[in-house]
């Protein structure tokens, strides 16, 4: 099936999101984790995207570290979410 040049693009916004918001997930239940270690977490944070993100946000060792990152991160969370379900409705059009 061959997508026309506005379709391949629309294709790779949606995976750029959809990435965003799984790379932002991953690294909200490591930190998560770390808070509160009967929580799981994935090995997947391993992963070079989640570790820069975890370095950005930097739950460092402390509770209060970890509670800062987790609130950022829940807020990158929630726009990467409106973001994913925002190019999904404009994809609404292809169909």
Avoid: C, W
């Avoid at 570790?51 to 990158?76: D, F, H, I, M």
């Amino acid at each position: 099936m061959n997508l026309s040049p506005e379709e391949q693009e629309y294709q790779n916004r949606l995976l750029r999101a959809f990435e965003n918001v799984r790379t932002i997930s991953m690294a909200l239940n490591y930190v998560e984790h770390l808070l509160d270690p009967n929580k799981p977490y994935t090995p997947a944070m391993n992963t070079p995207t989640v570790k820069a993100l975890l370095n950005e946000v930097k739950p460092g060792s402390s509770a209060e570290q970890g509670r800062a990152a987790v609130r950022t991160l829940q807020e990158r969370l929630t726009a990467a979410n409106n973001e994913y379900q925002k190019i999904t409705e404009e994809g609404k059009k292809f169909s």
